[in-house]
């Protein structure tokens, strides 16, 4: 079959060339015109946008690519969706989308005729019509391509467990010099040719970025084959500006690609693979920037040039030259073979596209939640840790939820994956690997643990690569999580902000289906790196998911192994949302039973009586409330110091695990209400805040709720080093003491006894000091505190 493919026949060229001249007539039309569609007059300037915004250089490429991977999916019905690197190439995508019909089902407003084609044109980059990006908005897309860099990435995760797709990732050569994109060439050390579909890169070399040329474009070939081929890839190169030579040269090239691919497949999927990891084919194409747009401006080149990059002639409406020029330029596509009297694209056009779902804008693929299934799983209360009485049990609670996702995979072995910048044990989630090895297709030693070619535990040492593949498996319908180091979430956080403001429109497009949530998973938390140091001690992702529209963010802060459980069970069970889980890896006093846990975390905070002073008839005279692991151990501490030492303060201990539940409900569909924030924190009482992150995150989410200056937020502040645990609290002053201090200081009445016991506290911290220089561990009564045990160790 490749071999049929490689040759056009004339029709099948007639189709593409007509194709490929009315995507680049419709990029140039969504660019420049707001009237007159379809040239029925000469131009004038009333026709022209009065802001000219969009890019042009890297458009004829794409729709070269796209014309001939419609025909290979003619011919073969081979299922594709493409991915679009250079995402600013986004008016060749909606040409791509509008002449396969499928623009105007979703969208009936832009019909096929002239008024449709006069609607397509006007929204584009316009007010309100659509972005200039292949966006949300686009259909067939998984990949906006805004931010550069991930389109490998997602492409990886869209075939994983996904046998029969062919992803088509298009990646810019100026995309190719940023950090994820370098990373992502190694994703077929990870691909399977037995259970995963085929990733077919075509790495688009047009010289040049927005302002000078591009470092691949510019090395000689033979590097650029060492470099890709280092990678692991069998390279095809193409290239030239002439046609219909071009066309038939691409035809070929795809054919040999695809030919490769099923082989690899087949050969696999029969049996008569021996492990090795297969050389996938990469394209390497090689077209002028701008191919086909204005060749000089002014005596200035632009084809080829970085100029032809966004808008190659600005001005027409003031210049009459410029005017003409961009006449000639559009008239030099032949509109009127491409479209018929109505404004309908002619038949030679339309017969290209492939039937139905087929399409590549029409792709189910592309629009996961059609593909998803739910996961099954397990009962969450089975994995339950005992809890008889409060704070005397230590356990390493991320190990629980080890034990469940190594169910979830055993129950769900085409549809979840666990993603982790290989730190899978050290993150206590090893349990995975009782039923599933690390996925791996390089060369496997036999000192080598848990690694191999059936694996499905994603690691790889690339925060981008985890949280991108994670990406492309959920927007194609499968479920999983992205488990990380607290501090090292920030290399991949801009893909968290991506990825929301992604969901976040395609909450607004009815036709977009609701996904798989992005799961992700923080341990190895700040609090508890105080042998590693400074440079893995920051939770600054929370302040980062913040900042996401309410309807997608939520964060959670699970004080125990019972409440992760219950947490993680939601989540991997919601749809369209990013939920960041915080909680820490290391041994943690346990607080609730599984009843309990799950009564709190469905009501995303409560007042835990059996912690503080408070009886609950009258307001207390101060709330020690916390949001975290290791800062609901000092808070509740800090109120066991109270009860033995100044027993007539009455303090409530308020414990948050749903971080978004302190906001308003018209702010957050999780806040609470106001009478329910009430019954937690009065209306008048003073709260000393025990926060996890950074303190200011508290001061915002409380905003607008009464009296939010009473609120006195203790967080991390950049303190660290490397240290004891309890050392990490001192410094960043939420210890027992200092929230005891705090109390002290800020409680409506204080009994007799107040001030000897902020003498106290003063001396025990003095006392610490020199205890951990001397020592080089925390004090015992510190190190082995569990609730009851003060009045013993006082």
């Not at 032949?334 to 290209?352: M, W």
């Not at 992760?564 to 949302?577: G, M, P, T």
Request: aromatic fraction near 8%; charge should be negative; glycine fraction near 10%.
């Amino acid at each position: 079959m490749a071999r049929e493919l490689a040759s056009l026949s004339e029709e099948e060229l007639r189709q593409i060339d007509a194709w490929w001249r009315a995507n680049n007539y419709l990029t140039v039309g969504q660019i420049y015109l707001r009237a007159n569609p379809l040239l029925r007059e000469p131009l004038r300037p009333e026709h022209i946008k009065p802001r000219l915004l969009g890019h042009w250089g890297t458009s004829p490429g794409l729709a070269l690519v796209y014309a001939h991977v419609s025909r290979l999916i003619r011919r073969t019905g081979q299922e594709a969706i493409y991915l679009a690197g250079p995402g600013h190439g986004g008016p060749a995508l909606v040409a791509a989308g509008y002449l396969e019909g499928t623009y105007s089902e979703i969208y009936p407003r832009v019909g096929q005729d002239e008024a449709g084609l006069l609607r397509l044109f006007r929204q584009f980059s316009s007010p309100g019509g659509i972005p200039s990006h292949v966006s949300v908005t686009t259909p067939g897309s998984i990949h906006e391509g805004g931010e550069l860099g991930y389109v490998l990435v997602h492409a990886f995760g869209a075939v994983m467990d996904n046998p029969d797709l062919l992803a088509v990732a298009v990646v810019g050569d100026g995309e190719a010099e940023t950090g994820p994109l370098e990373g992502s060439w190694k994703g077929v050390s990870f691909l399977n040719p037995v259970r995963d579909g085929a990733v077919l890169p075509v790495l688009h070399l047009n010289g040049a970025k927005i302002a000078g040329p591009t470092v691949l474009a510019r090395k000689s070939r033979e590097e650029v084959r060492s470099l890709l081929a280092g990678h692991g890839y069998e390279l095809i190169e193409v290239e030239g500006d002439d046609l219909p030579g071009m066309h038939h040269r691409f035809a070929a090239a795809l054919a040999q690609a695809w030919g490769t691919i099923r082989g690899i497949q087949h050969r696999a999927r029969a049996g008569q693979w021996d492990g090795t990891r297969p050389r996938w084919p990469l394209i390497v194409l090689r077209t002028p920037k701008g191919w086909t747009g204005p060749d000089e401006v002014d005596g200035v080149r632009i084809t080829g040039t970085w100029r032809a990059h966004q808008v190659p002639l600005s001005g027409v409406r003031e210049n009459p030259e410029h005017m003409a020029l961009l006449e000639r330029w559009l008239r030099s596509y032949r509109p009127e073979e491409l479209f018929d009297a109505d404004g309908a694209p002619t038949p030679p056009v339309r017969d290209l596209a492939p039937a139905g779902d087929l399409r590549m804008s029409a792709s189910p693929h592309a629009n996961g939640g059609r593909l998803t299934r739910d996961l099954e799983l397990p009962d969450f209360r089975e994995y339950a840790v005992e809890v008889p009485e409060p704070a005397r049990l230590r356990a390493e609670s991320t190990r629980k939820l080890g034990e469940l996702l190594r169910d979830v995979y055993a129950r769900n072995p085409d549809r979840f994956r666990l993603f982790c910048p290989d730190e899978t044990n050290s993150n206590r989630l090893g349990a995975v690997f009782e039923v599933s090895d690390r996925a791996f297709m390089e060369q496997v030693y036999p000192h080598d643990v848990a690694i191999g070619r059936d694996g499905r535990v994603m690691e790889v040492l690339s925060e981008h690569n985890c949280h991108g593949w994670l990406e492309g498996y959920t927007l194609t319908g499968r479920h999983g999580m992205f488990a990380t180091y607290e501090a090292f979430a920030m290399v991949s956080a801009s893909q968290t902000v991506q990825h929301g403001k992604w969901l976040q429109e395609a909450t607004r497009l009815p036709w977009r289906a609701r996904v798989p949530s992005l799961n992700v998973l923080l341990t190895s938390t700040a609090w508890r790196n105080d042998h590693n140091g400074f440079s893995h001690q920051g939770p600054g992702l929370i302040q980062t998911v913040l900042t996401q529209r309410g309807d997608i963010a939520r964060v959670y802060l699970p004080p125990d192994a019972n409440c992760l459980l219950s947490v993680a069970d939601h989540c991997l069970r919601s749809r369209s949302y990013i939920n960041l889980i915080v909680i820490d890896k290391q041994p943690q006093l346990q607080w609730l039973t599984m009843d309990e846990a799950i009564e709190h975390c469905t009501r995303g905070a409560g007042i835990w009586q059996w912690a503080g002073t408070d009886d609950g008839t009258s307001d207390p005279d101060i709330v020690l409330a916390c949001a975290g692991d290791v800062v609901t151990m000092e808070t509740v501490a800090a109120a066991n110091i109270l009860r033995d030492r100044l027993p007539g303060l009455r303090a409530r201990v308020v414990n948050v695990v749903d971080l978004m539940a302190l906001q308003r409900p018209k702010d957050h569909p999780h806040g609470m209400s106001a009478v329910r924030f009430a019954e937690l924190f009065t209306t008048n009482v003073d709260v000393v805040f025990a926060f996890h992150g950074y303190p200011g995150a508290i001061h915002q989410l409380v905003h607008g709720r009464p009296d939010a200056d009473r609120f006195r937020v203790r967080g991390f502040i950049e303190e660290g080093t490397t240290t004891t645990p309890f050392d990490m609290t001192v410094r960043n002053r939420t210890s027992r003491y200092h929230l005891v201090m705090d109390a002290i200081n800020n409680a409506r009445r204080l009994p007799p006894g107040a001030a000897d016991l902020m003498a106290w506290c003063e001396a025990k911290l003095a006392e610490h000091q020199a205890y951990v220089v001397e020592h080089l561990e925390d004090m015992p009564e510190v190190r082995d505190w569990s609730l009851g045990d003060w009045a013993r160790r006082g």
